[in-house]
C-alpha cells in the first residue's frame, strides 16, 4: 500500500511469503494465538496472505485460565471477523484431571504449565507446524532462532543443531510424529509491529491502552490485582492509570503506567522508553537463561 | 493517516565475521550500545553477570551471547539476529561465528546480507578464517564489505600497523569477486571510529563504522533484474463470490511486472497476459521485487507451485544438467550418485551428483582437482543432474533464482547450499 513504510512493506510481504510456505509444505497447520499484539497482527497477516480465500488453518489458544477478561472477549471476535475455527487446550482441564500440579506460593504462575497443554494439544490434533508471532528483538534467545523451527517428537529444541537457512528457501520436511515451529514475524521489532498497527489501523484489546486498574508493585514491577492472586505482607492493591506492553497471562504480565490513549501516543512513548518490553516480563526473570530452559522443553 | 516519518527507512542486512575472539560480539554490543539500542534493564542484567564472572568493566559481548553454553565459553556458536535503527536506517544484523565447525552459520547469514563486517585482530593480521570468510562472502556475492581491524589500542593505535594489514588483505581479495571494499581501524572496546570519531587515530580521515553502514548503496536493482516470479500457492477460493477467481502466490524474486504484460509460465512455455496483480482488497498495477504478491491471468492455464512467471522478452535458462558450487553443511560426506532432494525457488526435484570438478582450497585459492571427498566445511565445485528441469539465472546474476539447499532424504537435513554457475 502506498502510504505505507518501505521497511515494513519489506517485513510484510517477508512474512506473507513464510505464511504462505507453510500452507505450502505442511498437512496440518495451525497458528498460536494468544490475543497479544504479535498474534493479532500474525492473524491479519495471515488473512491477507490467502484473501479472498479464508484462512487455511485454525487458531489455537492456550488458556491458562488466568486471563485478562478483554482478550477473551477480543479473541472471540476476531475468530469471528475472520472465520476460522478456534481450538483451546485448558490448562485448567489439565489441572482438574490431574496431569497438572499448579505452583504455589506467591509467584505461582501457569505460565511453565501451558507448555505441557501446548505439547498436549500438538500431539492429540497431530498439527505438523504451529505458526507463533515471536521476534527475535525480544530475548536474547529467540535472537538464535530460525524461522522454520525444526522439533523433535517430544517437542524440543536444539539450539545446537538447528538446520542451515539459506536466501529464502525453508527446509519443513521432517519424520513422523516431528514438528515445526515457524516463525513469521522473525524479522519485527517492537516499535515495526506498532508501525504496522498504526498504518493498517488494527484495533487491539483495550489492555494495550491506558485505563485504571488495581494494580499492585512486586519487585518494582506493577502487576494486575486479582483475587486469586497471593500478596505478600508489603503489597497491597492500589488503582493506577496503566496499559500493557505484552500480554500474557494475568500473572506474569507487566503493567506500565502509562497516559496513551491511541497508536500514535503509544509509539511515542516506546520511542523514548529505556526499559525493553519484556522487562515486564515476570517469567523471564526467574533465572538467566529462564527462557533458554522453556524453549528447549517446547515452550512457544 | 498520519505517519510517523522518522521511521519510513530503508532495512539494511549485514553479516560480521572474523576469527574466535577478533571481538565481534563486543562490535555488536558497541553498536546497539552507542546508538542508543541497549535498554536499561539489559544493561543492568549485565552489569550483574559481568561481576559474577569477575568484570568490572560491562562485558557488552553479553548482549549477544544468548546460549547458556556460549556465556561459559565465552565465544559465540550460533548465529544471532540483532536489530538496531538510527534515524537513517533500520539494520537487521547476523552475528556469525567464527569457529570453522561453524562455517554453515556464516553461508547461512551470508545469503540475505546485502553488507559484510571482516573483523581483523590487529595484533593476529589476516588469519585463515578471514580468507575463508572472505571466500563466503565472494561467492555469496554480498556486494559492500567492510574490513575493519579491531583492537587498535593493543597495537598503540599504529598507522603502519593498519597499512600492513589492510595491503595485505587488498592483495589477497584481487583473485575474488568483490565489489566495493572499504577499510577502517577501530577499537570496538573503547568504541573508536565505530559510531564516534577516534581522538586517538587523527591518521584516519574516512568514515566512522556506522556512517558507512547507513550509506552503503542499497541493492535496489534487484526489481531492475530480468523479472522472474516462483508461484508459490494458487488461491481459488471457489465461494460464490469469487467462483471463478484463480490467483498464483508468490514473492517477486527479481524485477517488475505490470497489468498488461506478456508473460510466459516456464517450464511448460504456455503464454499469457497479466489481468490483475492483487494485495488483498487492493489492486496493484506494477509490483516489484521483493514484493509478495497475487498475479491474475487473463487466460486459464495449468500452473502449479514451482512453475515460474516469467515475462515473455527475458526467458530464464531451463536446464536439468547444471553446475555448480557447493558449499557442504553435514558430518556425513558428499556421496557422487546417490538421490538427493533440491530445493530451488519453490520447486522441489531430485539431483544426483554425477562428478566433482574440483575442490577450492581456500588458503591458496588453488582449485585441487582429482579429489571427489567432499566433507563438511568443504567447497567444490560439481557437475548435478535434476529428475525435472531447474528454471534458473546463473548465481552471480540474480541470487534467489541461481541458489538452492541440498536435503538429504532419509534424514531431511540441510546437508548443502548451491550456487549455480551454468
Not at chain 2, 558430518?331 to 562428478?355: A, M, N, Q, W
Request: aromatic share 10%; net charge neutral; with cysteine.
Amino acid at each position: 500500500m502506498s502510504n505505507k513504510s518501505l521497511h515494513i512493506k519489506e517485513l510484510e510481504s517477508e512474512s506473507i511469503y513464510v505464511i504462505r510456505e507453510v500452507a505450502s509444505q505442511f498437512e496440518k497447520s495451525v497458528l498460536l494465538f494468544s490475543g497479544g499484539k504479535d498474534s493479532i497482527v500474525m492473524a491479519y497477516l495471515s488473512y491477507k496472505a490467502f484473501y479472498p480465500s479464508p484462512i487455511p488453518f485454525p487458531f489455537l489458544h492456550i488458556d491458562t485460565g488466568h486471563n485478562f477478561e478483554e482478550t477473551i472477549i477480543y479473541r472471540d471476535k476476531l475468530i469471528t471477523q475472520f472465520d476460522v475455527k478456534l481450538c483451546i487446550g485448558s490448562v485448567q482441564d489439565f489441572i482438574d484431571s490431574g496431569c497438572l500440579k499448579e505452583e504455589t506460593g506467591y509467584d505461582a504462575s501457569r505460565n511453565k504449565l501451558q507448555t505441557t497443554v501446548l505439547l498436549a494439544m500438538i500431539e492429540k490434533n497431530r498439527f505438523d507446524a504451529a505458526l507463533g508471532g515471536a521476534r527475535r528483538d525480544e530475548e536474547k534467545v529467540r535472537a538464535k532462532e530460525r524461522f522454520f523451527s525444526h522439533r523433535d517428537e517430544f517437542g524440543q529444541w536444539d539450539p545446537k543443531n538447528q538446520r542451515p537457512e539459506l536466501w529464502n528457501i525453508f527446509n519443513g520436511k521432517k519424520q513422523l510424529s516431528e514438528h515445526f515451529r515457524v516463525f513469521p514475524l522473525s524479522n519485527w521489532t517492537e516499535m515495526d509491529i506498532w508501525q504496522y498497527i498504526l498504518e493498517e489501523n488494527i484495533k487491539l484489546p483495550s489492555l494495550y491502552y491506558t485505563h485504571e486498574r488495581e494494580v499492585f508493585k512486586r519487585d518494582g514491577v506493577w502487576f494486575a490485582y486479582y483475587p486469586f492472586v497471593k500478596l505478600r505482607s508489603n503489597e497491597r492493591p492500589v488503582i493506577k492509570r496503566v496499559r500493557c506492553r505484552t500480554i500474557g497471562d494475568v500473572t506474569c504480565t507487566g503493567l506500565t503506567l502509562s497516559e496513551a490513549h491511541t497508536t500514535e501516543e503509544i509509539i511515542s512513548e516506546i520511542a523514548v522508553s529505556r526499559i525493553t518490553e519484556r522487562g515486564g516480563r515476570f517469567d523471564d526473570k526467574r533465572s538467566e537463561t529462564a527462557m533458554e530452559d522453556r524453549k528447549k522443553a517446547g515452550y512457544f | 493517516m498520519t505517519t510517523v516519518n522518522y521511521s519510513n527507512v530503508e532495512l539494511l542486512r549485514f553479516i560480521t565475521a572474523g576469527s574466535v575472539d577478533d571481538g565481534k560480539s563486543t562490535l555488536i554490543g558497541r553498536l546497539l550500545y552507542d546508538s542508543k539500542s541497549v535498554f536499561e534493564d539489559q544493561l543492568e542484567s549485565m552489569k550483574v553477570i559481568s561481576e559474577r564472572h569477575g568484570n568490572h568493566k560491562v562485558n557488552l559481548a553479553l548482549l549477544t551471547d544468548g546460549l547458556r553454553s556460549e556465556r561459559e565459553q565465552g565465544i559465540t556458536i550460533d548465529v544471532a539476529y540483532r536489530y538496531f535503527s538510527t534515524p537513517k536506517r533500520k539494520f537487521v544484523i547476523a552475528d556469525t561465528p567464527g569457529h570453522i565447525e561453524y562455517t554453515r552459520n556464516m553461508v547461512t547469514g551470508a545469503s540475505t546480507a546485502e553488507a559484510a563486517i571482516i573483523l581483523i585482530d590487529a595484533r593476529n593480521g589476516i588469519m585463515e578464517q578471514t580468507k575463508r570468510h572472505s571466500y563466503i562472502i565472494s561467492l555469496l556475492q554480498i556486494p559492500n564489505v567492510i574490513f575493519a581491524v579491531n583492537k587498535m589500542d593493543l597495537v598503540d593505535f599504529s598507522e603502519k600497523k593498519f597499512e600492513k594489514i589492510t595491503d595485505e588483505y587488498s592483495i589477497f581479495i584481487q583473485k575474488l569477486n568483490i565489489k566495493n571494499v572499504y577499510y577502517l581501524p577501530i577499537s570496538a572496546f573503547h568504541g573508536d571510529n565505530v559510531v564516534e570519531f577516534s581522538k586517538k587515530m587523527t591518521w584516519y580521515k574516512g568514515p566512522s563504522l556506522l556512517s558507512i553502514l547507513e550509506t552503503i548503496p542499497l541493492k535496489n536493482n534487484i526489481s531492475s533484474l530480468p523479472a522472474r516470479f516462483p508461484i508459490q500457492y494458487v488461491i481459488r477460493p471457489q465461494t460464490d463470490n469469487f467462483h471463478d477467481y484463480r490467483a498464483y502466490a508468490g514473492q517477486i524474486a527479481s524485477g517488475t511486472y505490470n497489468v498488461g504484460d506478456s508473460v510466459t509460465i516456464v517450464p511448460s512455455y504456455t503464454q499469457s497476459i497479466i489481468k490483475a496483480i492483487d494485495n488483498v482488497m487492493e489492486s496493484l498495477n506494477e509490483a516489484s521485487a521483493p514484493q509478495s504478491v497475487a498475479i491474475r491471468l487473463v487466460d486459464n492455464v495449468d500452473a502449479s507451485r514451482g512453475d515460474m512467471i516469467v515475462k515473455s522478452t527475458e526467458l530464464p535458462i531451463v536446464d536439468s544438467n547444471i553446475s555448480l558450487m557447493v558449499c557442504w553443511f553435514n558430518h556425513r560426506p558428499l556421496c557422487i550418485g546417490i538421490k538427493y532432494i533440491i530445493r530451488h525457488t519453490t520447486d522441489e526435484v531430485f539431483g544426483i551428483v554425477t562428478h566433482v570438478n574440483y575442490k577450492v582450497n581456500i588458503n591458496t585459492m588453488e582449485n585441487v582437482i582429482c579429489d571427489e571427498h567432499v566433507k563438511m566445511n568443504d567447497i567444490a565445485h560439481v557437475f548435478m543432474k535434476t529428475s525435472k528441469p531447474l528454471k534458473y539465472d546463473i548465481y552471480v546474476k540474480n541470487r534467489l533464482t541461481g541458489g538452492l539447499i541440498i536435503i538429504d532424504g532419509n534424514t531431511f537435513e540441510t546437508v548443502g547450499a548451491g550456487m549455480i554457475m551454468k
